[in-house]
């Protein structure tokens, strides 16, 4: 039937033939029910067998009736009731399954991951009783069957919530510990359990002795939570009072840190206490309700499921014994009226079928009006109805797919639309990206031609690292999206704003009269990104470097004028911050001197042309030398040596200076063990290091494991 309603709603549309139209009209639209059958030619024929055949047709049409009535009762029971008994049985076992899942999930108290079952379980009773509601036959689904259905819902909801809850306490308590943890570690390395010295255990200062014993009385769990409340407060007031002392010692990110830290634990802590306040009341309604639901589900589907099944049983018995006793009293009888009944069947199906036929025909042409008129035997009025509501669903599945197909259209449309914007726009600050920012380039470019003059400035926010390494990315997200509001209000409407990525803007300005046009504006934007910035409740102070170029001044095209506007913003960084630098020829030249001298040192690092030149650093009262300072020189292709006040920047700017360190170390080391190994056994190097290295978090232990 699928298969003929697919290939039915596939063909096209077409006019139906009009022999089969003629013939729909043409017919008699017979009104036929089982109570007065409509009678035909048989009739006539029947009248002459009449009294010969009467009471065998008779008794055949009754022990018809009665075994169609038994059969009826039989199907009822096994299709209907027996299975609706079934679910109503499924109901109650998901239920009380259920229960006692959630129930062992909530009174463990233990990690382990439980919640999926609890999951699988809820799955399994909503199932039960969706399939049970939907099969049910609308007698059976009262009033009072419906409000169990919600209460059910709720129930399996609550449940829900309340293991939810309980998982979350669980993970409130692992994130306590862990903070405690955190803590515990940052006093211990702060010296708070005693420092090792050269083997010796050394006291330690009494500050954070005392600090070290206080997160030792918190970090114990099997207390109540009073005493845990009160060694809290005795550990806050332990570090207050010394707060000027870790200030100075281990020093202020650590003192943050360990309050923050230890705020988290009490706060998660507080948390833990009143989920164990709450969920006992809750725990308690929760199974008065398990109790209620379970008789719920009893008294309105389990019992009136039974009685039903055991109504159908019996009236199947009842009507299995009629038609036992209608056979034996009519088998005569039916004799008679099968002939009745043979010429009854001609007239009652084979016209319902050729009305059928013609409508099928019809339908199957694309006339989705054409429907098969009503009539004939039960089960021939049956197949029209049938065909009818197909008919029905295959036009109002047409309609609906032709909406569907609007929508799917005007749904890719609109999201065609918002795949142009994030292919084109930056996602954070909703600016035009760098393809947008080249194909405006290009357009601006066209339209100026040889007659106009246009600007492209790039805005680079000076220490924007500083602010995602101390504030964190997304608060550096923010910082973004308030700096791209004050360059809108910076740049007006003449401008083109874009963003580069990372902390780069860029301003593109066409008609541009003059260079001096081009500096006060940047002048503007250098002075707008000034100002204080008000971002969730800080009050920031934020800087910018701007660097210009002019077409045709500086380029000829994109990649030119892109490529002079960064050039200028490297020597606007060059001259400090805050600063703004038109491009010139001699920037340029600057820039590719700088590339080169990096390119000449990285190769000088990888052939071995650095050298250590060592420095004796003499006691003038004895004139003994105590050690040397290493002085990193390089060794040049001409044999020039070069001090490293001439390339120590380049390496700083590029990240060579990890390397030459490490280099540095590993030769001064080795040096001063040979000296050692050779009868100097006082022998010290003093080496000197960049400055932004001893903010390496990690900086002291490489230099302990190359001392190693």
Not at 23 to 31: C, D, F, N, V
Not at 447 to 461: E, H, K, M, T, W
Not at 547 to 572: K, W
């Amino acid at each position: 039937m699928h298969k003929a309603i697919a290939e039915i709603s596939q063909s096209p549309p077409a006019g139906p033939p009009d022999a089969e139209r003629a013939w729909l009209r043409w017919l008699p639209r017979a009104r036929w029910s089982p109570r007065s059958p409509r009678l035909g030619i048989g009739w006539r024929l029947g009248l002459g067998l009449a009294a010969v055949t009467a009471v065998l047709l008779l008794g055949e049409s009754l022990a018809t009736r009665t075994a169609r009535q038994a059969l009826e009762a039989v199907r009822s029971m096994q299709t209907e009731h027996e299975p609706l008994a079934n679910r109503a049985n499924a109901v109650l076992e998901k239920l009380i399954a259920y229960d006692r899942a959630v129930g062992e999930y909530v009174q463990a108290h233990s990690a382990d991951d439980k919640l999926s079952t609890i999951t699988l379980a809820g799955d399994a009773l909503e199932a039960a009783v969706a399939e049970y509601f939907s099969s049910a036959p609308p007698r059976a689904v009262t009033a009072a069957a419906t409000g169990l259905r919600q209460q059910l819902t709720r129930h399996i909801a609550n449940a829900r919530q309340l293991a939810t809850r309980a998982s979350q306490r669980l993970q409130w308590d692992a994130r306590r510990q862990a903070a405690l943890d955190d803590v515990y570690r940052r006093i211990v390395s702060a010296g708070g359990s005693g420092l090792a010295i050269n083997g010796t255990q050394v006291v330690a200062e009494r500050s954070l002795a005392e600090l070290h014993t206080a997160i030792n009385a918190v970090r114990g769990n099997l207390v109540p939570s009073a005493v845990i409340a009160q060694r809290e407060r005795e550990f806050r007031e332990v570090l207050n009072a010394h707060t000027a002392e870790f200030e100075a010692s281990p020093g202020r990110a650590w003192l943050s840190l360990v309050r923050q830290d230890f705020a988290e634990a009490a706060r998660l802590r507080r948390a833990s206490e009143r989920y164990d306040g709450e969920s006992g009341p809750l725990w308690h309604s929760l199974r008065e309700d398990s109790a209620a639901l379970t008789v719920g589900v009893q008294r309105e589907l389990q019992l009136p499921a039974r009685e039903g099944l055991l109504q159908a049983a019996q009236h199947a018995a009842t009507a299995a014994e009629g038609a036992e006793h209608t056979l034996r009293n009519t088998s005569f009888a039916v004799l008679a009226l099968m002939l009745l009944v043979s010429a009854l069947l001609a007239v009652s199906i084979s016209v319902p079928v050729r009305r059928l036929t013609a409508a099928t025909r019809l339908l199957a042409g694309g006339d989705r009006g054409a429907r098969a008129p009503r009539g004939g035997s039960a089960e021939i009025d049956e197949l029209a109805e049938s065909f009818n509501t197909m008919a029905d669903r295959i036009a109002h599945a047409e309609t609906e797919l032709r909406a569907h197909q609007t929508e799917l259209e005007q749904r890719v449309a609109e999201r065609t639309r918002q795949l142009h914007h994030l292919a084109h726009h930056d996602p954070l600050t909703q600016l035009p990206n760098r393809r947008s920012l080249a194909a405006q380039l290009e357009s601006a470019l066209s339209r100026a031609g040889s007659g106009q003059r246009l600007a492209l400035l790039f805005v680079d926010v000076d220490n924007f690292k500083s602010i995602n390494d101390t504030l964190g990315h997304s608060f550096g997200d923010r910082v973004l999206q308030h700096i791209a509001e004050r360059l809108h209000a910076a740049t007006g409407p003449a401008g083109r704003l874009a963003r580069l990525g990372g902390d780069e803007f860029t301003v593109l300005l066409e008609d541009v009269k003059s260079s001096e046009q081009v500096e006060a504006r940047a002048a503007d934007i250098v002075a707008t990104l000034q100002e204080p910035l008000l971002v969730d409740g800080r009050v920031l102070t934020t800087g910018a470097s701007v660097g210009a170029s002019l077409y045709p001044d500086h380029a000829g095209d994109a990649e030119g004028l892109l490529r002079a506007a960064d050039v200028a913003l490297f020597h606007a960084k060059e001259l400090g911050r805050n600063r703004f630098a038109l491009y010139s020829p001699a920037l340029y030249d600057a820039a590719a001197q700088r590339f080169r001298l990096e390119q000449s040192l990285r190769r000088a690092v990888e052939n071995g042309d650095l050298l250590l030149m060592y420095q004796p650093q003499v006691v003038l009262h004895s004139f003994e030398s105590t050690a040397v300072e290493a002085l990193l020189r390089w060794r040049r292709g001409d044999g020039r040596i070069v001090t490293a006040t001439e390339f120590i920047h380049v390496a700083e700017d590029t990240g060579l200076i990890h390397e030459l360190t490490d280099w540095i170390l590993h030769t001064a080391v080795s040096t001063a063990a040979g000296w050692r190994a050779d009868g100097w056994p006082q022998a010290t190097v003093a080496i000197n290091v960049s400055a932004p290295q001893f903010f390496e978090s990690d900086f002291v232990d490489h230099v302990a494991r190359t001392l190693e």
